[in-house]
């Protein structure tokens, strides 16, 4: 879930800013993209030094106002697109030297409190889940998809352990009648068995629905493949994510770009021996105490990053191949 919040004053809180600001380096102008402006934190730090350019994109189109703002305070220097950030090679940057390219995951607290949303388990009403530019809703998914496909997002989406009871005692349910986000609570109150006193018995299957409903698996990975081909050489791209399945695909892209070794089977040894990214370190930048304590959902944020070195082909065979399993599954939703 997104950190962006300081909690007991309601206040925007961008999470890990000046880890990202010393990474990226505006102080020496250039282009940016910021690929989930949500309340804006990130682009409005950056444009605050001279010389600097911000392409901000996000799916939700309720960034629109906040983005409306800042271009009236940046002007000509910041644009935005409403976009799934899948799909950074419609913006068109041919002639863009883009220094940086940055993706804060999740959900901004905006987000989380949108009662129509209903990407929390206190929302009232529908099940829907739709962060922006989406084909189905949670409601579809619950309501429509087989038991073993339930089964399988909370498994492999959530990790819930307890994925088959649930799915099983939804389609008995859903026979007698739809069911709705309080009514999906009440059925993995009653069925989970293992309690976990630290989160909610919902959380688990919430975080796999939210994940199925926005396909975050294949934004994630067509994102980072975007970006590493929107870069130029030396660019920078810098991800915050905040659960283990994002931050397992961004370590994976990550590691296996920027080791010496031949990218993919299926292409040449000799031009894939170069390292197409340059990764600084192997562990994640993890948020201050100081952070933490003064904004507590930003204890599960990761930051990761690397340098493009060189420009080439064909680099997301591996990775498309390695997650397969998990866009396998993503694809249930074709039949909705
Ligand atoms: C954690 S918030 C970003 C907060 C932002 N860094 C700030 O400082 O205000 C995540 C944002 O990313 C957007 N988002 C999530 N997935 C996206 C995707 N695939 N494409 C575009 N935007 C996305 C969400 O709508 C949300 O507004």
């Given at each position: 879930?997104?950190?962006?919040?300081?909690?007991?004053?309601?206040?925007?809180?961008?999470?890990?800013?000046?880890?990202?600001?010393?990474?990226?380096?505006?102080?020496?102008g250039g282009t940016f993209i910021d690929c989930?402006?949500?309340?804006?934190?990130?682009s409005s730090k950056i444009l605050e030094f001279p010389d600097t350019k911000v392409i901000a994109i996000d799916r939700d189109k309720d960034s629109l106002k906040k983005s409306t703002d800042i271009k009236l305070k940046f002007e000509g220097r910041f644009f935005f697109k409403n976009l799934k950030f899948s799909q950074l090679n419609n913006l068109k940057l041919k002639n863009e030297n883009v220094k940086a390219i940055i993706f804060d995951l999740g959900y901004?607290?905006?987000?989380?409190?949108?009662?129509?949303?209903?990407?929390?388990?206190?929302?009232?009403?529908?099940?829907?889940?739709?962060?922006?530019?989406?084909?189905?809703?949670?409601?579809?998914v619950?309501?429509?998809?087989?038991?073993?496909?339930?089964?399988?997002?909370?498994?492999?989406?959530?990790?819930?352990?307890?994925?088959?009871?649930?799915?099983?005692?939804?389609?008995?349910?859903?026979?007698?009648?739809?069911?709705?986000?309080?009514?999906?609570?009440?059925?993995?109150?009653?069925?989970?068995?293992?309690?976990?006193?630290?989160?909610h018995s919902a959380t688990k299957v919430f975080q796999a629905l939210r994940i199925f409903v926005n396909k975050e698996i294949s934004e994630l990975i067509y994102g980072l493949i975007n970006a590493t081909k929107t870069l130029k050489k030396d660019g920078?791209?810098?991800?915050?994510?905040?659960?283990?399945?994002?931050?397992?695909?961004i370590k994976y892209f990550f590691k296996s770009l920027s080791e010496a070794k031949s990218i993919s089977r299926y292409v040449p040894k000799t031009p894939t021996k170069k390292n197409l990214l340059n990764l600084i370190s192997k562990k994640p930048i993890l948020p201050s105490s100081t952070e933490v304590k003064q904004n507590p959902p930003s204890r599960s944020a990761k930051l990761r990053y690397a340098v493009k070195k060189y420009d080439f082909y064909n680099f997301e065979t591996d990775i498309l191949n390695k997650f397969k399993y998990l866009i396998d599954i993503e694809n249930y939703s074709k039949k909705l």
């Open positions: 879930m997104c950190a962006t919040i300081l909690p007991e004053k309601h206040m925007h809180y961008p999470v890990l800013l000046n880890e990202i600001i010393s990474i990226i380096s505006p102080q020496y989930t402006f949500g309340q804006g934190g990130y901004s607290y905006s987000q989380i409190k949108d009662n129509k949303k209903g990407l929390s388990f206190d929302s009232k009403g529908e099940l829907n889940m739709k962060m922006g530019i989406n084909d189905f809703s949670a409601s579809d619950i309501n429509k998809l087989d038991e073993k496909e339930l089964e399988q997002i909370f498994k492999f989406f959530g990790e819930e352990r307890e994925s088959k009871k649930i799915a099983k005692e939804i389609v008995l349910k859903r026979k007698v009648k739809k069911i709705n986000t309080q009514e999906l609570v009440k059925i993995i109150e009653k069925t989970k068995k293992i309690k976990n006193f630290k989160i920078v791209i810098a991800v915050v994510s905040f659960h283990s399945l994002e931050d397992k695909i």
